[in-house]
């Protein structure tokens, strides 16, 4: 005899739903939680929003680079300053050009705004250039005798060091290149002077000689004293030109050689504190040919004597620091001067993101007031206050009592939406905008569509005759499939619209994603567990007229039964 089959239980199984209510639960503690601990109860607010600064730069063109100013370069200018602000951690800064000469910069109010106006249009070009004389910053009428101040192409050790500031040279530093970078020497010696003068040997040609004594006059009146002198001072040199340049304080004026190293040859800078006296100080790493130039100037300027064994860190035409060089080095280099951690943070914020490949001045700043946005942004909710209305009264004209769990879905993509927000803003920088605000509301029928896919797929199995119990779990796969692939093309529609467009229609894009993924979240972890609790509960599962699953209503057919085919016995006649 056969043995019985066993029944099979309803589609998709039960499981159990404590565990995945348990589990979202705990994600929104958790979440809530993190945003009190990050002291970011509310997300962060963009400029339209919260206001700001809008900055326009116009792009300069030196002498004899007029041409510099086209599409590309400007382009790279964009780039680079969005990177600066980024890396101050100011969100949702715009960048973008405006005609031919002019960039655009929105700056929302927040602590590093203002750090970013300064740096935004730095052009931080950076170069290591050999010290061929040093003086006070004051103007020097009479000149006194002078060498030129060349360094020798002397071999050097290739014993990696590292440039640093302190206050004087001592027997326990060797090694390494120890200065503050802004005191000369003051013991005379033959190849040291305070003004250069033309050579005088036959082999100088009249333009060399010209050019020297050019160069004799401009470092005699130069008076670093003045902020607008200091900025004029390397204005339009080329890195393979003598030029002479302040100290960025002012108070020291040098001749310096053709650049040696760029900017370009380093790898990464970060500000620091130097240990052996507390100062801070920008530390930098140079790239692979980077680091074999600056092995080959330090080891030739190993070989002189003061001032001439000092290589200057210009940037922007200003010189940081002029340390000295005691042996070749090659690993490492440290400016030094007289920095905050602000201002060292600054250098080391320009130099990681690279020099401006052009030239800015300042054309207007502009305050952004909030007051517009504000009023935009009450409109905003107040339109998705009637549009949630509105769905409210729907689910509960015609889903009745399922509208509650309709609801209780909605709080809970609320609340994860709210947290997860607040938190991205000091995490990735993200704030809230006009348009990301559109992408939460066009969120709110998102979510609400994948309910009523699930409701309807348990109502058309009522229909069909079953209970509420076995319905809820044979619905559940229908309804997932649907979910998933509506869900899937939200998704991809925001995830390209986020990479084509810029500015604040990544906004809306990156809420719209968000939330879509949310979505599938919040229906999997609550929406579902949430169902079958409901269903075990007498009022879902008795069909009550008011819970929006009365089978009556929804003309539900009789329930199916296996009916049997009963045989009568039959009575056949004997043959005879």
């Given at each position: 005899m056969a043995a019985p089959k066993k029944s099979r239980g309803p589609a998709g199984g039960q499981g159990r739903p404590g565990?995945?209510?348990a589990l979202i639960l705990i994600a929104m503690v958790a979440l809530t939680g993190g945003m009190f601990l990050a002291d970011q109860p509310t997300p962060r607010l963009g400029i339209d929003l919260a206001g700001g600064t809008s900055i326009t730069l116009e792009a300069k063109s030196e002498p004899g680079q007029e041409s510099a100013i086209n599409k590309t370069n400007m382009d790279t200018a964009v780039q680079i300053m969005e990177r600066r602000v980024n890396g101050l951690g100011v969100s949702e800064a715009e960048v973008q050009t405006q005609g031919d000469r002019n960039i655009i910069v929105n700056i929302p109010k927040g602590t590093n705004s203002a750090q970013a106006r300064e740096q935004v249009g730095t052009t931080a070009k950076l170069y290591f250039r050999p010290v061929l004389t040093v003086a006070q910053g004051t103007p020097t009428p009479t000149p006194n005798a002078s060498s030129s101040g060349k360094p020798s192409p002397s071999a050097s050790?290739?014993?990696?060091?590292?440039a640093s500031a302190t206050p004087s040279a001592s027997a326990s530093t060797q090694g390494r290149a120890v200065t503050d970078g802004l005191k000369t020497d003051?013991?005379?010696?033959?190849?040291?002077?305070?003004?250069?003068?033309?050579?005088?040997?036959?082999?100088?040609s009249a333009a060399d000689q010209a050019a020297a004594a050019k160069l004799q006059k401009q470092f005699a009146e130069l008076d670093c004293s003045s902020k607008a002198s200091r900025s004029k001072a390397a204005l339009g040199a080329k890195p393979t030109d003598t030029v002479v340049a302040c100290s960025s304080e002012g108070d020291a004026k040098y001749v310096l050689g053709p650049a040696q190293v760029s900017g370009t040859d380093v790898d990464s800078a970060k500000a620091a504190i130097d240990q052996t006296n507390g100062q801070w100080i920008v530390q930098m790493e140079f790239t692979k040919g980077g680091a074999k130039?600056?092995?080959?100037?330090?080891?030739?300027?190993?070989?002189?004597?003061?001032?001439?064994?000092?290589?200057?860190?210009?940037?922007?035409?200003?010189?940081?620091?002029?340390?000295?060089?005691?042996?070749?080095?090659?690993?490492n280099a440290e400016i030094s001067g007289s920095f905050t951690q602000q201002s060292a943070d600054d250098l080391a914020n320009v130099l990681s993101y690279g020099a401006l490949p052009l030239s800015f001045k300042e054309q207007s700043v502009t305050t952004v007031t909030a007051a517009l946005g504000g009023e935009q942004l009450q409109a905003g909710l107040i339109a998705g206050a009637i549009g949630l209305a509105l769905v409210v009264i729907y689910l509960v004209a015609y889903y009745r009592g399922l509208a509650l769990i309709a609801l209780l879905s909605l709080a809970a993509s609320g609340i994860l939406t709210y947290t997860i927000m607040s938190l991205l803003g000091p995490a990735i920088g993200f704030a809230l905008n006009l348009p990301a605000v559109c992408g939460a509301i066009v969120a709110i029928g998102i979510t609400a569509d994948s309910f009523i896919v699930y409701f309807e797929r348990i109502r058309d199995e009522i229909r069909e005759g079953r209970t509420l119990r076995p319905a809820v779990e044979r619905a559940w796969p229908r309804a997932r499939r649907t979910i998933l692939v509506s869900d899937f093309v939200s998704f991809l529609a925001a995830a390209v619209l986020f990479v084509v467009t810029v500015g604040k229609v990544q906004g809306f894009a990156f809420t719209l994603g968000l939330t879509t993924l949310l979505d599938v979240v919040v229906v999997f972890l609550f929406t579902k567990p949430v169902m079958t609790l409901m269903a075990r509960t007498k009022f879902f599962s008795s069909g009550h007229p008011w819970s929006g699953l009365d089978p009556k209503r929804l003309g539900a057919k009789p329930p199916l039964r296996r009916s049997r085919r009963v045989h009568a016995p039959t009575d056949h006649p004997k043959e005879a």
């Open positions: 565990r995945s209510l050790t290739s014993d990696k060091g590292k003051s013991s005379p010696t033959p190849k040291a002077s305070s003004t250069p003068k033309a050579d005088a040997t036959p082999s100088a130039k600056f092995q080959k100037i330090t080891g030739q300027l190993a070989q002189q004597q003061s001032p001439q064994n000092q290589f200057a860190i210009a940037l922007d035409g200003e010189v940081v620091s002029a340390p000295y060089v005691r042996t070749a080095l090659s690993a």
